[in-house]
């Protein structure tokens, strides 16, 4: 059974920085792809970026502030979130799927069945 936790949530002020963590038991696959999403309050989630053997994929909005990066020996994603704005604040979430998938289908939720609990992100003055 795959689990996914995430971590590394927390209370910031705008400019500031954080390191997000998800730490996956279960996957066995050598191909697959990781994704981070968020959801702020009233919205529906979206993606924010993915990573797996071949890419990586940033949404518009977060493209040069945000890093996923992945440690295929902890089996554990990471997304660093820098230049944080109030914008960013949200319910962040990781999830997996088996295989590659590339481009911007990579951060659309309905390609994952694997999701963390989510960790909170508060960006706030």
């Known amino acids: 059974q795959v689990q996914l936790v995430e971590s590394g949530g927390a209370v910031v002020q705008p400019g500031g920085s954080l390191r997000l963590s998800c730490a996956a038991s279960?996957?066995?696959?050598?191909?697959?792809?990781s994704g981070w999403f968020r959801q702020a309050p009233g919205k529906e989630r979206e993606g924010v970026s993915c990573?797996?053997?071949?890419?990586?994929y940033y949404v518009d909005g977060v493209k040069g502030r945000f890093t996923i990066s992945r440690d295929n020996t902890k089996n554990t994603v990471y997304l660093q979130v820098n230049s944080l704005k109030p914008e960013d604040t949200a319910v962040y979430y990781c999830?997996?799927?088996?295989?590659?998938?590339?481009?911007?289908?990579?951060?659309?939720?309905?390609?994952?069945?694997?999701w963390g609990q989510g960790t909170q992100v508060t960006v706030s003055s």
């Open positions: 999830a997996g799927l088996r295989g590659i998938v590339l481009g911007s289908r990579c951060v659309s939720p309905d390609k994952y069945d694997n």
């Open positions: 279960g996957f066995t696959e050598k191909y697959y792809t």
């Open positions: 990573i797996n053997n071949l890419a990586t």
